[in-house]
């Protein structure tokens, strides 16, 4: 029988928010894009958590997470919809401020029609 280590241990979040956004710089032909269009914008996420009894806990960094994008970072759309304006932002920018704030070691963020990014993170203890 063979002997087993667990290497490393991770949490792992997932929680969504609608947001409007635009692309400033859009692929050729897709002109559509420059323009303000709506999202429900899915994040998923992962944070060494220390060990098998370690000190992070998921539902405590969803939560923190989701308060960040909605209260803290994004404003809520001047229309009064309720969707957060993530002005210019794309998936890849988002998915980068999500690893920099929470100091994840992956996340990706999609949009509501399958399109996304994924950011790996190593950080300096």
Not at 6 to 18: C, D, G, L, P, Q
Not at 47 to 68: F, T, Y
Request: hydrophobic share 35%; proline share 2%.
């Amino acid at each position: 029988m063979s002997k087993m280590e667990i290497t490393k241990t991770y949490v792992n979040v997932a929680f969504e928010f609608e947001a409007i956004h635009r692309n400033s710089n859009p692929v050729p032909g897709e002109w559509y894009e420059e323009m303000p269009h709506r999202h429900l914008f899915r994040v998923k996420a992962r944070k060494d958590c220390g060990g098998l009894h370690g000190k992070v806990s998921s539902h405590l960094l969803r939560r923190e997470m989701l308060k960040w994008a909605v209260e803290e970072h994004f404003a809520e759309e001047e229309h009064g919809s309720g969707a957060l304006d993530m002005e210019r932002w794309r998936c890849e920018g988002l998915a980068f401020l999500f690893c920099k704030q929470f100091v994840l070691d992956w996340c990706q963020v999609m949009d509501s029609v399958g399109t996304g990014a994924e950011v790996y993170c190593s950080h300096d203890d």
